[in-house]
């Protein structure tokens, strides 16, 4: 059984899927998501032009697809044998479902903002490119410009804006001191075994901020082991290869991760469940949730440097925090007082009492309320 990854070197989840198939060692090729592609398999498979996807050859008359990087890294590891990228201990389980949502969900906002701040010609390029593979480079980069006008006018959502530039680059800043350090003392985030979190960050981390030249350059300079972690959990590895720290350790520089979590994500993750809990009222369950429910007043940045910006209400986010909830929910007494305790050591108390405003699921490839 085999895999085919249909993405490009430019877009953030195809780095998070490659990066974690290279290290699973499933056999898998990429095909790069061509204009021709979208046609001919992406919008026929999935409905939406939307990447990563992955095509399972398992033997069905199609083969099984898959949408969303989560997805398909669970349902890798439900078919792969071998190490899997999930501890199997509560508090690191905890922790690396929270922090693949940190940077799923919210290092893609300084993903975004240094990618069309500092590196806008070089990802136009690289857009042209993967669009349109056969054209000269400056027929690849003036075929992009449209491309390039939707998804860097989309930084606005995520609350970039004059206001809010300097808190999000100090709280990047922030970031990478706290990681590097971190990264001095272990080879990834729980040991020397790639977790789903080293995962989540890497999305943001390698393919827009250390591969985008300016970010790049940024990133090396400030915090060089990021980099080279981010080289290392993306390039062709030995695969299933090291080990959790034991006795379900968290280190202090996760500890320290956790810590931005709760301070800058997870107030809007509360707000966001009370938007969609008012949206939800009176949906039939099955319904499609819309993917911005509004815009609400949102504090972003570090310490002193935060702001409060204006931001889209972004309910996927839910569902990634719904794989939280539902980890911990699942938990016998003793080892729910244990990651209730870190929780509570990190500034993330209030996920203890948090009740999700509604079920979500992922059906057809979008997000809905449950059935």
């Known amino acids: 059984m085999t895999y085919t990854?249909?993405?490009t070197p430019v877009s953030l989840y195809s780095g998070k899927v490659r990066g974690y198939l290279r290290w699973k060692n499933v056999a898998f090729t990429e095909r790069l998501s061509t204009r021709e592609v979208y046609k001919a398999d992406i919008l026929p498979r999935v409905g939406w032009p939307v990447i990563p996807v992955v095509i399972h050859e398992d033997g069905s008359a199609h083969g099984t697809t898959l949408q969303d990087s989560t997805d398909i890294i669970d349902h890798v590891e439900a078919c792969a044998p071998g190490p899997s990228v999930y501890p199997d201990t509560p508090r690191q389980r905890l922790a690396a479902l929270i922090l693949e949502l940190f940077?799923?969900?919210?290092?893609?906002?300084?993903a975004m903002h240094y990618r069309w701040a500092y590196n806008r010609d070089f990802a136009q390029q690289e857009f042209g490119a993967t669009s349109h593979p056969h054209l000269s480079p400056d027929e690849q980069f003036?075929?992009?410009?449209?491309?390039?006008?939707?998804?860097?006018?989309?930084v606005g959502g995520l609350g970039v804006n004059p206001n809010s530039v300097a808190a999000i680059e100090a709280a990047y800043e922030d970031f990478l001191a706290v990681f590097d350090d971190h990264l001095g003392e272990h080879d990834t985030l729980f040991g020397s075994r790639p977790s789903i979190a080293d995962y989540?960050?890497?999305g943001p981390l390698y393919a827009?901020?250390?591969?985008d030249p300016k970010s790049g350059e940024l990133m090396r300079r400030l915090a060089p082991r990021v980099?080279?972690?981010a080289e290392a959990c993306h390039a062709p590895q030995h695969g299933l290869t090291g080990d959790f720290l034991p006795d379900d350790e968290i280190p202090s520089g996760v500890a320290r991760l956790l810590q931005r979590f709760a301070a800058q994500q997870l107030p809007v993750l509360l707000d966001t469940a009370e938007a969609l809990r008012s949206w939800a009222e009176g949906q039939a369950p099955g319904t499609e949730v819309p993917r911005i429910l509004g815009f609400h007043k949102a504090v972003i940045g570090h310490g002193d440097s935060q702001v409060e910006t204006d931001r889209a209400i972004i309910p996927?986010?839910?569902?990634?925090?719904?794989?939280?909830?539902d980890f911990r929910a699942s938990l016998g007494a003793e080892a729910r007082a244990s990651v209730d305790e870190?929780?509570?050591?990190t500034g993330a108390a209030k996920l203890i009492d948090f009740v999700p405003p509604a079920r979500l699921q992922r059906r057809h490839f979008k997000l809905a309320l449950a059935d």
């Open 5 to 7: 990854l249909i993405g």
């Open 208 to 211: 827009h901020l250390l591969r």
């Open 227 to 229: 980099a080279r972690w």
């Open 103 to 110: 940077g799923d969900e919210w290092l893609v906002i300084p």
């Open 342 to 345: 870190m929780l509570r050591n």
């Open 200 to 202: 989540g960050l890497l």
């Open 316 to 325: 996927y986010a839910l569902w990634m925090l719904q794989r939280v909830t």
């Open 142 to 154: 003036a075929a992009a410009e449209k491309a390039v006008g939707f998804f860097s006018g989309s």
